[in-house]
């Protein structure tokens, strides 16, 4: 086919200038905000102030971590987000595909059991989280890690739930059927059967759980304050302060963000489906 | 019921499976035991505190007035009649309109450069989806730093390149507060569009580009006449998706304006976040988390029924 090679070539030869540049800025849009936030961490507040700014510091130092972390108790928060994320994280992916097997392979409620788990998803927490908060008042709950791990469980289930549900429906049966006619257990067809193979699913769930309820500010802000508070409320310490703070809020915000984005980037096959909750195979 | 039935046929083969009481018990009811431990939690804390808050919404729970008398919908009428309340409500879908208007076509743009592979696009892609992965108040924060007068260098950078003096208040004057949350938005949720946008672009076949070339269709055209029909359920679901969540915009609030100056910069979720916990009208804000729960079912009614019809992939 002459005439498609021909219109290759031409396609080829013709340099994009438009999409080069059009990716370019927004490379750049991207990595500025990340760069200068690296940059005011290791930057000595002496340099914050002058004109024209520091670009490059050249006295790069670690003070400002040393603040952050012990100072305003970021490592408290830190801690305190690892406890919490992983524990939610766990609860979620557990549940999660408990419920999602269920919705999967026997149809459990219907689309209306399924559907209302998704609706979930798009409650305003604003509209749950007073409530909860007056409940948890009640019960003991309000500024406990139990309290927190509960909530976030319950935030991230309908994530998780439903790409587990997209994923054991990829999955085919046979080797379930397999193991019900050999004598399992229904049980037993799911936990040693079906699990293992949906490994690379659940950990992709939990991922994404993890980062949500690692990212998490909301109810963090309404059900903490001086015991079990996360990373991202520290942050509120650095509102309003002109000037003096701004090498602390940096570094605590680079500490936070590296773990969260190792993560994701890791994770990144798994991105589309995380982001449509298993509607798009990505 | 394919298992049911396999199960029903080993028994009649005379291979009873030796179970006790409970197992049996547990099998035939398995898969509702599967999913009590998840619809459990989604009961005790989203619908029982739903129901909950829909009783304190017409009681009166305040920090400042004590009792817990029935006052019928004066809750409502003081959120209604309250004019910071309607404003918040404007403000919420101006913002999150004009938001998700923008990262759309910023992230369709982006994803039609990324479509086709060239040497470094998993480089990219890795750095392009990186705010994803960020909180918003963090996200809120590193905006702070390049924009707060006078430490972010923002107005050096444009003083610089305008070649006269720019003294913008980014974070206190009335126009560029907004643009300041929005640009905040768009950097951390572009990625979002482009990532949906460009698996949804990626799916089309080639063939058809190859085959409107021959026809000497330009690029264009080929946009309007392939691309736009064949993407059309993956932009519903983008833009559903993201509408749903900028709606609550109210992290990058909180560190960056803190609803200010004044109450200029009051979304919905911020101002029921101040009723509630700084000034501790509770029910005020209780009532008013339901008529912003209508709002948003609405919205949602609107969106998922055309989604759900469109049916994506």
Redesign the interface.
């Known amino acids: 086919m002459p005439v498609v090679a021909r219109a290759r070539r031409r396609k080829r030869r013709s340099v994009p200038i438009g999409r080069i540049l059009l990716l370019g800025f927004f490379l750049v849009f991207v990595l500025w905000p990340l760069y200068w936030m690296f940059n005011t961490s290791i930057k000595p507040s002496d340099d914050y102030l002058t004109v024209p700014p520091v670009w490059f510091p050249t006295a790069p130092t670690l003070v400002h971590y040393k603040a952050a972390l012990f100072a305003y108790r970021g490592l408290d928060g830190l801690i305190n987000s690892l406890i919490i994320s992983l524990s939610a994280t766990v609860l979620s992916a557990l549940f999660g595909t408990l419920m999602a097997y269920s919705l999967a392979r026997y149809n459990t409620g219907g689309q209306h059991l399924s559907f209302w788990v998704l609706s979930q998803r798009f409650l305003p927490p604003i509209g749950i989280v007073l409530p909860v908060f007056l409940i948890y008042r009640g019960v003991g709950l309000y500024d406990t890690h139990i309290g927190l791990i509960i909530a976030y469980t319950v935030f991230t289930l309908p994530v998780s739930v439903w790409m587990m549900f997209a994923y054991f429906r990829g999955m085919p049966k046979s080797m379930e059927e397999a193991a019900l006619v050999d004598g399992c257990t229904r049980w037993e067809a799911f936990w040693r059967v079906a699990v293992p193979l949906a490994a690379p699913g659940i950990v992709a769930a939990a991922v994404f759980a993890f980062i949500a309820c690692w990212t998490e500010f909301f109810f963090a802000l309404i059900l903490t304050s001086r015991t079990a508070f996360t990373l991202p409320t520290v942050f509120r310490a650095f509102i309003g302060f002109q000037g003096a703070q701004y090498g602390e809020a940096a570094a605590l915000a680079i500490v936070s963000l590296v773990p969260s984005i190792a993560l994701g980037v890791l994770a990144q096959r798994h991105l589309v489906r995380g982001l449509t909750l298993g509607a798009v195979r990505g | ?3 049911t039935a ?2 029903s046929r ?1 028994k009649a083969a005379g ?1 009873p ?1 030796r ?1 006790s009481a409970f ?1 049996q018990w ?2 035939r009811h ?3 035991l ?2 009590a ?3 459990l ?2 009961l ?3 619908i ?3 129901l ?2 829909m009783v ?1 919404s017409f009681i009166n ?1 305040d920090f400042q007035v004590p009792g817990h008398a029935f006052v019928g919908v004066k809750n409502y009428e003081r959120v209604v009649f309250d004019p910071v309340a309607r404003w918040s409500l404007v403000l919420t879908a101006c913002l999150s309109g004009l938001s998700v208007a923008i990262e759309f076509v ?1 992230g369709l ?2 994803a ?3 479509v086709r592979s060239f040497p470094g696009r998993g480089v ?16 809120g ?6 924009l707060q007068r ?2 972010g ?1 923002t107005n ?1 950078i444009l003083t610089q390149l305008l070649g006269q003096e720019v003294t913008i208040g980014w974070m206190t004057e009335s126009p560029w507060l907004y643009v300041s949350l929005i640009i905040a938005d768009v ?1 951390q949720w ?3 569009m482009f ?2 946008l460009l ?2 672009l990626t799916a089309i076949s080639p063939n058809l580009y ?1 085959a409107a ?2 026809d000497s269709v330009n690029a264009w055209q080929a946009f309007w006449a392939i691309t736009v029909p064949h993407l059309g359920p ?1 932009m519903l ?1 983008a833009l559903t ?1 993201r509408l ?1 969540d900028a ?2 915009m ?2 990058t609030i ?2 960056m304006t ?1 609803g200010g100056p004044g109450t200029q910069t009051y979304t ?2 911020y101002y ?2 101040t009723v ?2 700084t000034q501790f009208h ?1 029910s005020q ?2 009532a008013g ?2 008529l ?2 209508i709002f ?1 079912a609405l919205v ?1 009614m609107l969106l ?1 029924r055309r989604l759900l019809k469109a049916e ?2």
């Open positions: 019921m394919q298992h396999t199960i080993m291979a499976p179970l197992a547990a099998d398995f898969k509702w599967l999913v431990p998840a619809v939690l989604i005790a804390l989203s029982y505190p739903l909950f808050s304190v729970y910023l743009l982006v039609l450069t990324m990219i892609m890795s750095i392009l989806i990186v705010p994803l992965f960020i909180s918003p108040v963090i996200v924060q590193a905006w702070t730093l390049l006078p430490f260098p050096y950097w572009t990625p979002f990532v949906i698996a949804g190859e070339e021959l993956m679901l998706f749903l709606i609550r109210f992290d909180f560190i803190g919905a979720s029921l976040y509630g916990f509770l804000a209780t988390s339901w912003f729960l948003t949602v998922v994506p992939v």
